[in-house]
């Protein structure tokens, strides 16, 4: 009888793997960032840990053993979600672990932009002592957060410690600790002429795609600040280079973009007004071990018991 097996498209440490031998000492585990030592080993996964491009044929082959996917990212809307639901894969995401790096990576980019950081750092390549024109503070003003999840959470308790009002959007609508007003997203257009930063945390969905365009910016301050490290597709990318360009806002750091990576042709790498980084904002030395330890070992403790994984289980209804 062959042995169950679950294939891990990342390396971890030995003491990672351990942990999971612990649980299913009798798998056999195949554990690997490059490809050449899990792909002959899809087909028979019972479990793929990590979705990789190119691994759709074998995961939905007739002949494939999978019954459940963990991803390693926190969005799934890469994912063949449709055809996964079909074939009664459970999918369960890596939400979550990002909480930490992604709001660090929030209020670097709102610090940044609102104390000229990257101009300085231009400034100081060009060996130019320059003021520079800085005068805004960051504390005490508003900040609207718009999808608040785990990492809206975290950057609105962050936001507490800047003595800054917040108002968050979520689709319930339904109240959160350190949010000083709640709105559901048909109430996003009520928010944004108030808040001096509006920071995009969404998953990309079909209610979300394109949410964010010439509309919305025109809604917003000319003095406020634009995040998202969402998902690029969330927003009109044309019109927010027409905004930063017409000084509809004052600016924006993005770490998502309609196409990554970014065309050397964007306006945007060019403009004073933009901080850009390249899809890292949830990059931590800590990724693994949260995958891991929040998030499989307890789905693979109720997995082996014959219970429904539960942590971060994906709703094919939602799309997250």
Not at 13 to 42: F, M, R, S
Not at 120 to 139: C, D, P, T
Not at 191 to 202: A, E, F, K, R, S
């Amino acid at each position: 009888m062959l042995k169950r097996k679950i294939v891990i498209t990342n390396t971890l440490n030995q003491n990672l793997i351990d942990q999971i031998k612990e649980i299913i000492p009798d798998w056999t585990i195949i554990a690997g960032k490059d490809k050449d030592i899990w792909q002959d080993h899809l087909y028979d996964a019972e479990i793929i840990a990590g979705w990789k491009k190119g691994i759709e044929k074998e995961c939905l082959a007739p002949q494939s053993k999978l019954k459940w996917l963990q991803t390693w990212s926190a969005g799934v809307d890469s994912l063949p979600l449709e055809s996964l639901e079909s074939k009664n894969i459970i999918v369960s995401s890596a939400n979550g672990v990002h909480a930490y790096p992604i709001s660090e990576s929030i209020f670097a980019l709102m610090l940044g932009l609102t104390r000229k950081i990257h101009t300085y750092v231009k400034n100081q390549q060009a060996r130019k002592w320059h003021h520079s024109g800085i005068k805004l503070e960051m504390h005490e003003k508003t900040v609207g957060i718009i999808g608040v999840g785990t990492i809206g959470k975290e950057a609105a308790k962050i936001a507490k410690a800047f003595g800054m009002k917040v108002l968050g959007v979520r689709q319930s609508g339904k109240q959160q600790e350190f949010v000083d007003e709640m709105y559901t997203t048909n109430q996003l257009d009520i928010i944004l002429p108030n808040c001096d930063y509006v920071v995009v945390t969404l998953p990309l969905t079909k209610e979300t795609k394109r949410l964010f365009g010439s509309k919305q910016f025109d809604l917003m301050k000319p003095s406020a600040f634009f995040i998202n490290i969402g998902r690029g597709e969330i927003v009109v990318e044309d019109d927010l280079i027409t905004a930063l360009q017409k000084g509809i806002i004052a600016g924006a750091g993005l770490d998502v973009f309609e196409q990554e990576p970014l065309s050397v042709g964007s306006p945007l790498w060019d403009m004073e007004n933009v901080i850009i980084t390249p899809h890292i904002a949830g990059s931590t030395e800590h990724y693994n071990q949260r995958v891991i330890e929040n998030i499989l070992i307890p789905n693979l403790k109720n997995y082996i018991s014959g219970t429904r994984p539960s942590v971060n289980l994906v709703d094919f209804s939602k799309g997250y």
